[in-house]
């Protein structure tokens, strides 16, 4: 199978572009700006791959508030442009979206047949996004969230273990409920999705269970030998930020689960498994 990899710079692109078992072709931002619409369409033409994956995105949530325009063309309108590019090679689109497209007023995991109501510019931008993914012969939106992993090292889990094994304090959320995504186990999934010809659709592309960042914060505390009591406690009433957040956002993985024949990984054992490469 070849895969052409579209933001191969990124936390989830620098992964899937060190996939080996497959003929892979990575592309950054200096390569394409996938805000260019003949340049994506002519780059798929070029390289003809089975997939095209695009884990490009514009991710500054509060600064899309404020550049709308950038936040649109990239998640919204660059989508697009791929899907018609993967229509005229005959590729599989594969979509990365995110817990954000939910209000986060949910007191259960969020389904994938949930209505969707994002309360941010860059949850609209998301959700713009995944409609016009399904524009492609054959896609997959996967939502994930709290992404951790990869080269850049920057996620919150990453912010977190660095901040205690540097017997700094660290601030999590009491309030704010997440399921957590480990790169590794996102591109696992995906290539187990392609691999059955599974239908087209939405999936929600998350590690098993739910917690509080307070929770991810103890379990990291507790792989590093760190003192827990380095953690403070934060409510999301008690931090203002530009753009609203959703505050209850685990999401069921279960669709996706049945779609490739076996449970993903729980968060803890993902960020154990993390933890042990930093
Ligand atoms: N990170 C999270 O916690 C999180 C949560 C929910 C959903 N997601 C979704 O998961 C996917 C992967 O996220 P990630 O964390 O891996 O993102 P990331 O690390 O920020 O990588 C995104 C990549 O896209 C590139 N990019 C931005 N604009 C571009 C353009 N116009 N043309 C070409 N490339 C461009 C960026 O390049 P530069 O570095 O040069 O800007 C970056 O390499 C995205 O769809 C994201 O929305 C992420």
Redesign the pocket.
Known sequence: MKLLI??A?????STFAAVRNHDVVGL??VD????DHRAVVAAAARETPDVIVN?????NVDGAEDDAMTALA?NAM?VRSMAAAATRVGATLVH????FVFDGEATRPYTEDDRTRPVSTYGCS?LLGEWFAQDAPRWYVLR????FG?R?AR?SVDKIAAALKEGRRAPVFVDRVVTPSYVEDVRDATLALLARDTPSGVFHCVNSGQGTWADVGRHIADLLGADPGLLVPTSVKDVTLRAQRPVYCALSNDRLAAAIGRPLPGWQDAIRRYVATL
């Open positions: 579209l933001g710079a990124g936390q989830l692109g950054t931002r394409l700006d996938v805000t884990c490009t995105a514009y991710n990239v660059a990365y979206s995110t817990d998301k994930v969230e709290s992404l990869g850049q996620s």
